[in-house]
């Protein structure tokens, strides 16, 4: 079975992880749009077109969008994904051009031109969502499926002590997306810090003649040593994977809906998502209620290991 996706990222590494898990499951890419984030958004864009060139989809378009946040100084984070955001490891850089027109208009287009066919995963801050919102209202209306790698509701952040780096780097354009009424699945840290590929599995990635599984393996290498450094063990974190993969195969978890929102004042909180974890009164029962949101309960990490593993040909 194929799933029409419109990806939204910031290239980075585990960005390319999640196009390669797509590409092996039954995403058919009807275009990449790139965001700040891990890196300046030309060469987020850069490192999309590389990404999808390297694996032979060089028919998909890549839409360069947003340079920075809503309501705030751009960051980046070189530190965790490589000076060139795909882990410094001298992947041949496409030649490829960007698609002209920009990241949140060509989400509006598309949105528009094929309703109720698109499944939106979103796996940067989420600048370019909260821009095509603003376009177009019905957005939510025109959409299949939206699922979002942000926020860690319950956990500790990963860019600060609260936030996650996709909702803490544009809280605003975060707060936009929960808002919008339809029924979004936020993956968090609480659940893709499940997700660290066993020992054994990235020997089969090491170990694999496949071309996938080799530039996979050149991807990683700067990922393990940050998680080293960052958890004490050589692992890696399949975050934009795993929505990736919920967008795709939703049965591989279960889930609840939570009433949350986005801290935008907090001095040492600004980027959270709070959730309501209190169990008070009755659970939340429209996901496309404003300021409720689908996380996930449970998750068959052993099947998107396996799902994961399968599309790098490891
Ligand atoms: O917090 C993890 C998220 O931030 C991932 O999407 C990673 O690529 C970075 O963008
Ligand atoms: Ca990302």
Redesign the pocket.
């Known amino acids: 079975m194929t799933t029409d996706v419109l990806l939204d ?7 390319a992880l ?1 196009i390669l898990y797509g590409a092996g499951n039954g995403a058919r890419y009807v275009a990449c749009t790139v965001t700040h ?2 890196v300046p958004v030309p060469l987020g864009t850069r490192n999309t077109l590389t990404v999808l060139d390297a694996i032979g989809l060089t028919d998909v378009p890549v839409h360069q969008g947003a340079a920075r946040p809503m309501a705030q100084p751009l960051l980046t ?1 070189e530190f ?2 490589g000076q060139d955001g795909l882990g410094d490891a001298g992947i041949a850089a496409s030649t490829r051009e960007p698609a002209g027109t920009l990241a949140a208009a060509e989400i509006v287009r598309l949105a528009r031109s094929r309703p109720g066919e698109l499944t939106l995963v979103a ?3 989420l600048t370019n969502l909260g821009l095509a919102l603003l376009l177009e209202p019905r957005l939510p209306e025109l959409v299949d499926r939206v699922v979002v ?2 926020g ?1 509701v319950g956990v500790p ?3 600060s002590e609260t936030g ?3 909702v ?2 544009d809280p605003e354009a975060a707060q936009l997306v929960l808002d919008a009424p339809w029924d979004v699945l936020l993956v968090g ?1 609480e659940i ?1 810090m499940q997700t660290q590929l066993p020992p054994e599995a990235l020997a089969r990635i090491r170990d694999s003649a496949d071309p996938r599984a080799q530039l996979t393996w050149r991807l990683v290498q700067h990922y393990l040593d940050v998680y080293e450094e960052v958890l004490g063990e050589r692992t890696c ?1 399949l ?2 994977p795993l ?1 990736m993969a919920l967008a795709l195969d939703p049965e591989l978890a279960t889930y609840r809906l939570v009433r949350a929102s986005i801290e935008l004042r907090g001095e040492r909180t600004r980027g959270q998502v709070v959730g309501d974890l209190r169990g008070y009164g009755p659970a939340p029962s429209d996901p496309a209620d404003p300021g409720v949101v689908r996380i996930v309960d449970s998750l068959d990490t052993a099947a998107f290991h396996a799902r994961f593993l399968r599309a790098l040909g490891a």
């Open positions: 990222c910031d290239t980075g590494i585990d960005d999640a984030g891990n984070a965790v994904h796996v940067g801050p790698m942000g860690a952040g990963n860019a996650e780096a996709n803490w780097h840290l893709t974190v975050h934009d929505a």
